[in-house]
């Protein structure tokens, strides 16, 4: 079975431009969620998706971010435009309905922006 | 808010040896999920929690959650090369299905051979 698909898989970039992450969750999958993993920050969601539409955007840290899933097969996250201090390994990851289902993480984007 | 303490941050452990990683919750929690990273990797679930007191083991994993709902514990014994990551508890709130989790800061695992 295909787990949950990130793209890309690293991405550098300079300050000011704009990164768009994708992922595509497991098939049937109704929750989805958005995660950054610093080494100083620990893993923090950003936003999660339930049917597609947001539900809890509060961890998002500031306006340059944003995040959609116009189906339920496919989401992305941008940056725009992004700083130094956004370089991070963002993971996606998936869950059925319920909150006593595991959640499904991606390989996760390493971003670096210089 | 709701926050979930872990602790230790690191742990430095020989080969052969136990290891034991902590979660705290200030307020009850309605279940508790365990995650394995490997380094480079992502998290990997490994087990939920449910009920009060409960105890599950997986092989030389031993998973507990506290009577009151508030802390759990990761217990490995006679540790190998291939534990070496960095497991996070994983805490949910109250009884709707919201799905969201409130990880804690990780436990990272060395075993030295």
């Known amino acids: 079975d295909a787990g949950v698909i990130q793209s890309p898989r690293h991405e550098v970039t300079e300050m000011g431009q704009e990164v768009t992450l994708r992922c595509k969750p497991i098939?049937?999958?109704?929750?989805l969620f958005w995660y950054r993993q610093t080494m100083m920050r620990g893993l923090e969601l950003l936003i999660y998706?339930?049917?597609?539409?947001?539900?809890?955007d509060s961890g998002m840290p500031e306006d340059r971010f944003s995040a959609k899933m116009p189906n339920a097969s496919f989401s992305t996250l941008k940056i725009q435009p992004s700083e130094p201090r956004d370089s991070a390994v963002y993971f996606c990851a998936s869950s059925f309905w319920g909150h006593n289902q595991p959640q499904h993480f991606g390989d996760g984007t390493r971003l670096s922006i210089l | 808010g709701q926050q979930v303490m872990q602790i230790p941050q690191y742990q430095h452990v020989q080969e052969g040896e136990d290891f034991t990683t902590y979660c705290n919750s200030s307020t009850t929690l309605s279940n508790i999920q365990w995650y394995k990273q490997r380094p480079g990797g992502h998290p990997v679930f490994l087990i939920q929690?449910?009920?009060?007191?409960e105890v599950k083991k997986q092989k030389r994993l031993t998973f507990q959650f506290g009577e009151a709902k508030k802390n759990s514990s990761l217990h490995i014994t006679a540790t190998q090369t291939t534990d070496v990551g960095t497991y996070f508890c994983a805490g949910i709130y109250g009884s709707s299905n919201t799905g969201k989790l409130i990880f804690g800061q990780g436990t990272t695992l060395q075993v030295k051979p």
């Open positions: 098939s049937g999958h109704d929750y």
């Open positions: 929690l449910v009920k009060s007191g």
């Open positions: 998706f339930n049917n597609n539409v947001p539900i809890d």
